[in-house]
């Protein structure tokens, strides 16, 4: 199994374009998200889905869309990139949301100038 | 109040040292909780579940204290390769603490 990967490692983007970060994962499982992670913070939910076709906002979702069409992928799109977006983000799995190992990709390190 | 809060550190422990964390939470309905160890410009990889009756895997062992909402995390002997972030996460809100920063010194 290849776990979750994620593409692309490093994305540099200026003031106002938009890119989608790809995650996907082979594990067959329901729970993916995604959590950005700034200096010296811990991980902050962006958006969460808990099965195909189902997506909810975490706790920062501005500036973020995501879709989940099937159970293996879970792209995140951001609509027009702020500096404030210069983060690392990653994507993560899991059977369930709250009884079960997550499982994270390797992050994506994004910059916005 | 942030909901689960973790002193960021860093410690900075000889090898053979015993260190402690603790990470505190607000909600007292969160049910689940976890150990992650995140290693520099790496993703967080679970460490260890954290249950009511604590429990213990190798040198490192973990305990819930309900009454006064925190957890711990205990390491014995530490190792130089035990050098690394230690996030705690507190399910009910899939929370993550902003992780508390561990060195050991040879």
């Known amino acids: 199994n290849a776990g979750v990967t994620q593409t692309p490692k490093f994305q540099v983007l200026k003031t106002g374009q938009s890119m989608t970060l790809q995650c996907a994962q082979d594990?067959?499982?329901?729970?993916m998200s995604w959590y950005r992670q700034d200096p010296g913070m811990g991980l902050r939910l962006i958006h969460y889905?808990?099965?195909?076709?189902?997506?909810d906002q975490g706790e920062v979702p501005n500036g973020y869309n995501v879709s989940r069409s099937t159970t293996e992928d879970f792209p995140l799109r951001l609509l027009s990139a702020a500096p404030s977006q210069t983060s690392v983000y990653f994507c993560?799995?899991?059977?369930?949301?709250?009884?079960?190992?997550?499982?994270f990709g390797p992050g994506t390190r994004l910059t916005v100038t | 109040r942030k909901e689960v809060e973790q002193d960021p550190g860093p410690f900075n422990v000889p090898e053979g040292a015993t260190v402690a964390f603790n990470c505190t939470y607000s909600?007292?309905?969160?049910?689940?909780f976890f150990w992650y160890r995140q290693d520099c410009r790496k993703e967080p990889k679970l460490l260890m579940s954290?249950?009511?009756s604590g429990n213990e895997d190798g040198r490192f062992t973990a305990q819930l204290n309900r009454a006064s909402q925190y957890i711990s995390l205990l390491i014995r002997d530490s190792k130089l390769s035990d050098s690394a972030t230690y996030l705690c996460v507190v399910i009910g809100a899939l929370t993550f603490g902003s992780g508390t920063r561990l060195q050991v010194q040879p």
């Open positions: 909600n007292s309905a969160s049910q689940s």
């Open positions: 594990m067959n499982h329901e729970y």
């Open positions: 889905s808990v099965g195909a076709g189902i997506t």
């Open positions: 954290v249950y009511s």
């Open positions: 993560a799995s899991s059977y369930s949301p709250g009884e079960s190992e997550q499982y």
